[in-house]
């Protein structure tokens, strides 16, 4: 995994970035597992939006299949987006 010409700058905005998505994502989990049944189709579409969101601001680093497992599980997608941060942080923190 590598990105071009990526600086101090731009490393620490795509963790920011991931850490949001990842946080958002953890926010989810806890709806999915305490909120009501009758929320699932909102919580479903928010989730769908933002394995969308991590696909398209890292489409150069995930493959279209790993895109596909983090869209049929929100504990894969979580621990790929934790992969990313590392991945960001021992290239140049």
Request: hydrophobic share 55%; proline share 0%.
């Given at each position: 995994m590598s990105r071009p010409h990526s600086t101090e700058k731009n490393i620490e905005q795509e963790i920011a970035s991931?850490?949001?998505i990842k946080y958002e994502a953890l926010f989810l989990q806890?709806?999915?597992?305490?909120?009501p049944v009758e929320r699932y189709p909102q919580i479903e579409a928010a989730f769908d939006q933002l394995v969308d969101r991590f696909y398209e601001e890292n489409r150069s680093l995930i493959t279209p299949a790993q895109y596909e497992a983090a869209k049929n599980s929100i504990e894969y997608f979580i621990f790929y987006v934790d992969q990313l941060i590392a991945f960001y942080k021992e290239s140049g923190l």
């Open positions: 991931l850490l949001d806890h709806l999915i597992l305490d909120g």
